[in-house]
């Protein structure tokens, strides 16, 4: 599985965007999926997470009720609905997968597949 991130750009405090990771081969739905974002200067953080199906979903304390993640298996597509965002939301957004038996979700070291990402930049 190949991963590519995009859907960023630059949006005022409060404003919206939605970030979209696109998946290649055929084994998408089997794995848990998430982002990632680093701003500059700063370790990679996590921010949600979502599993196969997608029937649980887990999110940072930071965007908690702001972001929301999902999927759709049958476009091989994660996406990222980001509402209301802040200057503090700006870094580079990455998408990541992980197989079932792999480590603990908010980790990027359990994530065996990383695409490149796209740049998120909220000014106030």
């Known amino acids: 599985v190949q991963l590519q991130a995009s859907g960023g750009g630059s949006v005022q405090t409060g404003g919206s965007l939605r970030l979209s990771c696109a998946a290649s081969g055929r084994t998408f739905s089997s794995y848990r999926m998430a982002w990632f974002r680093q701003a500059p200067g700063k370790e990679r953080e996590f921010v949600a997470h979502i599993t196969g199906t997608g029937s649980i979903t887990y999110y940072a304390d930071s965007v908690k009720g702001r972001f929301t993640i999902s999927r759709d298996n049958a476009k091989n597509t994660m996406y990222l609905q980001q509402n209301m965002l802040k200057p503090e939301d700006t870094a580079v957004y990455h998408c990541?997968?992980?197989?079932?038996?792999?480590?603990?979700?908010?980790?990027?070291?359990?994530?065996?597949?990383w695409g490149p990402g796209t740049q998120v930049t909220v000014s106030s």
């Open positions: 990541a997968a992980r197989t079932p038996s792999g480590g603990v979700y908010y980790l990027p070291q359990s994530y065996d597949l």
